[in-house]
């Protein structure tokens, strides 16, 4: 009885293991994309941060001329500047928060990758261990049977 269940007992290990592998690198698979696509969307708010502060600043040197201010000089330029430098701050915090998901989806592949493994060599040792214990109470039986 015990000699017939150790083979089933090591193919099941087998097809476990396997499937954890499976799972893991589908999961990380999964997470990695993610993580390519954070970059893009952050690429894309970063695209459409600028646009929309070339329009606003635009916007804002059409105004200064039509109220009299040279729109390169004095206030106006410095209200230019400071809307350069709170676009480059939106883009800079943009790019950031992009890559900061980016990089925390990527190492979460990396541990499906690592869970999958140890569960699959858990897996291995448990088959190997339920082997052994059946190898020694057959032994065992058998040193019974023939002393």
């Given at each position: 009885?015990?000699?017939?269940?150790?083979?089933?007992?090591?193919?099941?290990?087998?097809?476990?293991?396997?499937?954890?592998?499976?799972?893991?690198?589908?999961?990380?698979?999964?997470?990695?994309?993610?993580?390519?696509?954070?970059?893009?969307?952050?690429?894309?708010?970063?695209?459409?941060?600028?646009?929309?502060?070339?329009?606003?600043m635009?916007?804002?040197?059409?105004?200064?001329?039509?109220?009299?201010?040279?729109?390169?000089?004095?206030?106006?330029?410095?209200?230019?500047?400071?809307?350069?430098?709170?676009?480059?701050?939106?883009?800079?915090?943009t790019?950031?928060?992009?890559?900061?998901?980016?990089?925390?989806l990527?190492?979460?592949?990396?541990?499906?990758?690592?869970?999958?493994?140890?569960?699959?060599?858990?897996?291995?040792?448990?088959?190997?261990?339920?082997?052994?214990?059946y190898?020694?109470?057959?032994?065992?039986?058998?040193?019974?049977?023939?002393?």
């Amino acid at each position: 009885m015990a000699q017939a269940a150790v083979p089933l007992m090591i193919a099941g290990a087998v097809v476990k293991g396997v499937g954890g592998i499976s799972a893991a690198r589908h999961n990380a698979s999964t997470l990695r994309t993610q993580a390519r696509e954070e970059e893009q969307l952050g690429q894309a708010q970063i695209t459409q941060i600028r646009s929309q502060a070339r329009t606003a600043m635009g916007r804002q040197v059409a105004s200064f001329a039509e109220s009299g201010f040279a729109p390169g000089t004095g206030t106006a330029l410095n209200s230019l500047e400071e809307s350069l430098m709170q676009r480059e701050m939106d883009v800079m915090n943009t790019r950031r928060n992009a890559a900061g998901k980016a990089t925390g989806l990527r190492s979460q592949a990396k541990m499906a990758m690592r869970q999958g493994v140890m569960g699959a060599l858990g897996t291995a040792i448990d088959a190997a261990s339920a082997v052994a214990g059946y190898k020694a109470k057959y032994d065992n039986q058998s040193e019974q049977n023939n002393g």
